[in-house]
């Protein structure tokens, strides 16, 4: 793992006035972009051939003669052959001599070996670089296990399919769609070889995912994505915002359910088993008695993090819960990272964040904000790794 003393060293060659904010062009780049611009910081968006005229073009800005930005967020659109260019040495040393700050989101831990993010990415980051790990699922430490040593809620797992005896979704990867899920769910053992036969002659699933799969009792309710903010540079107000709540858009689980069931049950059988591919997100509030419950959940997600995770989390995380009918909340997933939901903050915030700081605040620009007091206050080195 790269170390803090590290990145404190490459730091020391910054020109802390200068700083850049960079990212990988997909996932959540825009809200970081639109936020950056926000706070005043050129941006500059690393992306893949064939995916770039987003960033290049169409949200490419135009300043006017002072400097300000009149439209767009991104100052500069890199093109790679591959996301993962920019674990090349000499590339790496260009985004330094750029002052580059970079800001991971899923797009950069699913395009780059993690090992090499940890080991090989000299580039300060902002956030937590040794936390990005737990979001595999076969990794032993992952996001459950955290969870679990937080005493945080979340769904039962089913460890042998034959004892299935009620709801529950099965997660694993889609074996054609890299980054893409291959979940589904059943309510018994002969509907889990049912679905899960289907599947594999469809080349929706493979066996060797099948069989790390974790099955979990689903939870009823609504999905709500909880995205907070932990600052290390607040001194006086609490340090854990929440910043906003998106929910999913899933394809094509989102079109079979606005089918009536009898047409449902007339489709043929590759139709049938609807996926789960996230295709948008929708922005949400949840009801006032559950807010404080949900900053419950973010606190004890810090204090674990502190402590296994030295120096903790840092800046933006997501907690993907469900809300059962009795008000609980459950935790199906967790990003150490910026979530993917977030672009719905792009260039009006979200209510929560909104009258937190008095002023549109979006994720991205709650980064940004705090980079800038961090360089205001010569502590950079408390939240880049």
């Not at 991205?364 to 950079?380: F, H, K, P, S, T």
Request: aromatic content about 10%.
């Amino acid at each position: 793992m790269i170390s803090s003393t590290d990145i404190q060293e490459i730091l020391e060659d910054y020109d802390r006035l200068k700083l850049r904010i960079g990212m990988t062009a997909s996932h959540s780049a825009l809200d970081i972009c639109d936020g950056a611009i926000e706070e005043g910081f050129p941006t500059v968006a690393y992306c893949q051939k064939g995916r770039e005229k987003t960033y290049s073009e169409y949200y490419r800005t135009r300043r006017n003669s002072s400097g300000r930005v009149t439209r767009g967020m991104v100052d500069k659109a890199i093109v790679l052959d591959s996301f993962n260019d920019v674990m090349e040495p000499n590339f790496q040393q260009q985004m330094r001599d750029r002052n580059v700050v970079y800001v991971p989101n899923r797009s950069f831990t699913s395009y780059s070996p993690i090992e090499s993010i940890e080991n090989d990415f000299r580039v300060p980051m902002f956030g937590s670089r040794n936390m990005l790990r737990m979001e595999e699922r076969t990794e032993e430490q992952d996001y459950y296990w955290i969870l679990d040593k937080a005493g945080l809620p979340y769904p039962e797992s089913i460890d042998n399919p034959e004892d299935i005896d009620c709801l529950v979704i099965v997660k694993l990867h889609h074996a054609q769609k890299k980054l893409e899920r291959g979940f589904f769910t059943c309510s018994s053992h002969d509907e889990y070889v049912e679905k899960s036969e289907s599947l594999l002659k469809e080349g929706i699933i493979d066996q060797e995912s099948l069989d790390g799969a974790r099955i979990e009792r689903y939870v009823i309710g609504p999905v709500f994505n909880l995205n907070f903010f932990y600052s290390p540079l607040e001194e006086e107000m609490p340090k854990l915002e929440l910043l906003g709540v998106d929910w999913r858009f899933e394809s094509s689980l989102d079109g079979h359910v606005r089918l009536p069931a009898p047409q449902q049950l007339t489709m043929p059988a590759h139709q049938q088993i609807p996926e789960m591919t996230v295709v948008g997100h929708n922005t949400a509030t949840i009801r006032e008695s559950l807010l404080e419950s949900a900053f419950e959940l973010g606190e004890k997600f810090i204090d674990a993090s502190k402590e296994h995770y030295d120096p903790g989390i840092i800046g933006p995380f997501c907690l993907q819960t469900c809300i059962d009918k009795d008000m609980n909340y459950y935790i199906y997933d967790v990003a150490p990272r910026l979530g993917g939901g977030t672009n719905v903050h792009v260039n009006v915030g979200h209510p929560y964040g909104n009258a937190t700081w008095r002023k549109p605040m979006s994720s991205g620009r709650r980064i940004a904000m705090e980079i800038r007091r961090a360089v205001e206050q010569d502590r950079l080195d408390e939240v880049l790794t």
